[in-house]
């Protein structure tokens, strides 16, 4: 939802809404020039700790997931390496830092 309460973006969970603890999501800027992607990291509501990060490309079409052990944190930073952001998140002691091929 944006301020003014219109819904901007939907997407059907795969589990049931009492499998998650908790989500988190961020922008990021892949290329400087091009639109934002929407990253969220979904943490379930099990015994096993794991979450699911997600990736969605400026028109809402998932392009990434993969099942992460204990992951806690996500956010952009800016990429030493070009004029657009990357995506870090941190995973029990690591953080991994993804970039759109």
């Known amino acids: 939802m944006d301020t003014s309460g219109q819904v901007v973006f939907q997407h059907r969970l795969e589990r049931p809404v009492s499998a998650v603890f908790s989500m988190r999501g961020t922008a990021v800027r892949f290329n400087g020039s091009e639109s934002a992607h929407l990253a969220v990291l ?60």
């Open 42 to 101: 979904t943490k379930f509501n099990a015994p096993s700790r794991r979450s699911m990060l997600s990736v969605f490309s400026p028109q809402g079409q998932l392009i990434y997931q993969e099942l992460l052990d204990r992951s806690r944190g996500i956010c952009a930073a800016r990429d030493s390496d070009g004029d657009g952001e990357v995506l870090l998140v941190g995973n029990g002691p690591a953080v991994y830092s993804y970039r759109l091929r």
